[in-house]
């Protein structure tokens, strides 16, 4: 079964360090990628998403991903974390298998001190 | 404005009490589908619909059921709720890339139920 891996349950930075938030995937076909954000106490909200093309994708608010199929990954960057980053990121895999199926990992939690 | 509306946004109500949580978009998508967010476990698919009077199940469809009559709402049923069904609830809209491929998805505010 297709599965969706993000291994950092919970971080916590300080305002201007840099994050990476690491997302593998299971499935070994073509895939549609995806990461949301989740404010506390709001909706999920795309950040960005690659369907194709180049692997670097620039997302809202200076989060970019890189799509390195090879590794199955895509994760999520920022050089310089606000404060307002504090967050749930969830990464998300759409595998072009005809289930229309959009699986979601389990969430990184991002805390960014002040 | 283009939105996903659900409603109640919260819920409280016992063991066997049947009840509904409406979602309704108007953005014309064709794809709509429920989720639960439950603490450590991200959010799992319940239902999903394609289109009008087409529904399939999800990862966690047990107690569950959706239907479709209309292309805007795809409301969720609780026959009889249990415990274990307290969550967020998320319905979302997209319109499909192409076969298999959900493309973005657009996500209501949420439904927190508890069930006592």
């Known amino acids: 079964a297709q599965s969706v891996s993000q291994h950092n349950h919970h971080v916590i930075l300080s305002e201007a360090a840099s994050l990476e938030l690491g997302c593998n995937y299971s499935?070994?076909?073509?895939?549609?990628l995806f990461w949301y954000v989740q404010y506390p106490g709001q909706h999920l909200q795309l950040l960005l998403k690659y369907f194709s093309g180049d692997p670097l994708v620039k997302g809202i608010k200076g989060f970019e991903a890189e799509f390195i199929k090879s590794k199955f990954s895509f994760n999520l960057r920022k050089p310089s974390v606000q404060w307002s980053d504090t967050a749930e990121y969830f990464c998300?895999?759409?595998?072009?298998?005809?289930?229309?199926?959009?699986?979601f990992g389990s969430g990184t939690r991002l805390l960014v001190r002040p | 404005e283009a939105q996903v509306t659900q409603n109640p946004r919260y819920l409280i109500t016992v063991t066997g009490k049947k009840l509904t949580v409406t979602c309704s978009q108007n953005m014309n998508h064709e794809y709509m589908s429920w989720y639960r967010q439950d603490p450590g476990l991200g959010l799992r698919q319940i239902y999903y619909?394609?289109?009008?009077?087409?529904?399939d199940k999800g990862d966690v469809p047990e107690g569950y059921k959706v239907s479709r009559k209309e292309k805007r709402n795809f409301p969720l049923i609780l026959e009889s709720p249990s415990p274990n069904q307290t969550s967020l609830y998320f319905c979302a809209s997209s319109s499909p890339l192409a076969e298999g491929l959900t493309g973005e998805l657009f996500f209501g505010e949420g439904s927190r139920l508890t069930v006592l």
């Open positions: 998300a895999v759409n595998a072009m298998d005809s289930s229309y199926k959009l699986i």
């Open positions: 499935y070994g076909g073509t895939v549609n």
């Open positions: 619909s394609m289109n009008v009077e087409v529904t």
